[in-house]
């Protein structure tokens, strides 16, 4: 994954846990007024409840006892202050029924001002008997009797009146109770998220993040003890050829006097020749070796990417068509690369040549050069790869693990050195040499290399 991808997913993640930690903190916040708010309900609710009771019995005592003074004064005044609180005290229950808050409320209302417009009428016949009574002298029995339970009615409606108000206190605490529901799973689901979210940060960072790091700590140590070692084969190299190279010219010229002796079809002449033989394998060796310690520095020279792919294939196809493989080069579009021609046809020629081993027997090989976007060793990111592709055997995943390893071979006749010094010219390129592979399918191997695009 780029360093783009890398960085946006990791904000969106960072973002996601800001948002819900910002929701959760909302919505506690919100809980906090909404649970301010409804206390101030609550208690709103208790005094008007109580307010209602008390008012409303005030009201009546105070009517009652303006109508008892005038039954026993039998003063108009005290007649028209009666009139006047049951004026007063109509106007409110008549206001209470206009903002009743339930269906019950308005009903026990619009049944108390019924019963206390009863009141008011009994009250008046009772005035009226008074003023008929020449005189003073309590009312008829019957109106005493029926102006008393019309009032005990009333202050139980005005109790009714009460309790039907605190019934809305009930209402609220269900509300209240709905409301604290809702808000208890808000919070378990955003916790929740805010978990999913945490573990899916810790998982990307670790996974995208650490564990490239390690990788990358682990290939950096490897590289660190190869240069290390790559160091001391420097050094053993210098004696290697001192002490080796020396001995095989003499005795390959020694040989070569000795050779002149004998007829071409004795047995002698023939040990001479396998004696040649192996004198130039251990040149070769000793070269390679060489070679591997201490490769020389490329001396680049801009040319198109397929040349030295053409040159690779018209080398090769004689050879191969012995064994009746196919080499063929795909067309590509044009691209350039900075190189040593001869550093880099040496990588591909040892590239072939393993392709073509790893065939042995009717098969193809193919060359192919494609652009692609790469992060490369030197910080380009514009890539040229140069493959070369074989319907092989392939490598199983032994193989694959020292597959780079100076001396490693699979080869009965090999030194082991050919894909360790392709793999360094290469890295002295600027470059990266990949492979992919699958038994019984075949291997490719890429020569990444930086392109260039001026």
Known sequence: MNLFGIKFRLTILVLAMALMGSLIAFVTIDSQQRGGEMRAKLGQVDAESLGIAEHFKDALREGSDKLTRYRNTHDPAAWQDFLKSSRDLNAWIQAEIGAAKTPREQAILKEMSATYADYVRV???????????????????????????????????????????????????????????????????????????????????????????????????????????????????????????????????ALFTQQRKFRPDSPEFADVKIVEREILRLERIVGDFLQFARPGEPEPTVIPADLLLLETKLFFSPQLAKN???????????????????????????????????????????????????????????????????????????????????????????????????????????????????????????????????
């Open 123 to 253: 009250s008046a016949d009772v005035q009226k008997s008074i003023q008929a009574t020449p005189v003073p002298t309590n009312p008829a029995g019957d109106l005493t009797d029926t102006l008393a339970q019309t009032r005990r009615h009333l202050f139980d409606l005005g109790q009714d009146l009460s309790q039907a108000h605190l019934d809305l206190k009930k209402d609220l605490l269900g509300q209240a109770h709905v409301a604290l529901a809702r808000l208890r799973w808000s919070v378990l689901i955003a916790l929740g998220l805010l978990f999913v979210f945490g573990i899916a940060l810790g998982v990307f960072v670790y996974r995208d993040m650490i564990a490239p790091l390690r990788r990358k700590l682990v290939e950096n140590q490897a590289q660190l003890e190869q240069h290390e070692k790559l160091a001391s084969l420097g050094l053993l190299a210098a004696g290697v050829a001192h002490e080796i190279r020396n001995p095989l010219t003499a005795i390959r010229a």
């Open 324 to 454: 009746n493989i196919e080499i063929k080069l795909e067309p590509a579009a044009p691209l350039r690369i900075s190189v040593d021609t001869a550093q880099i046809k040496q990588v591909l020629i040892n590239l072939v040549q393993n392709a073509a081993d790893s065939i042995g027997q009717d098969g193809c090989i193919t060359l192919r050069a494609r652009q692609e976007r790469r992060h490369l060793p030197n910080g380009g990111k514009s890539a040229v790869i140069l493959e070369v592709a074989d319907t092989g055997k392939g490598m199983p995943l032994e193989t694959q693990k020292r597959l780079f390893d100076p001396f490693f071979t699979t080869k009965e006749n090999g030194t082991g050195l050919g894909l360790s010094i392709a793999s360094r010219i290469v890295q002295k390129h600027g470059g990266v040499l990949e492979y992919q592979t699958q038994v019984k399918r075949g291997t490719t191997f890429g020569i990444i290399l930086p392109e260039v695009t001026t």
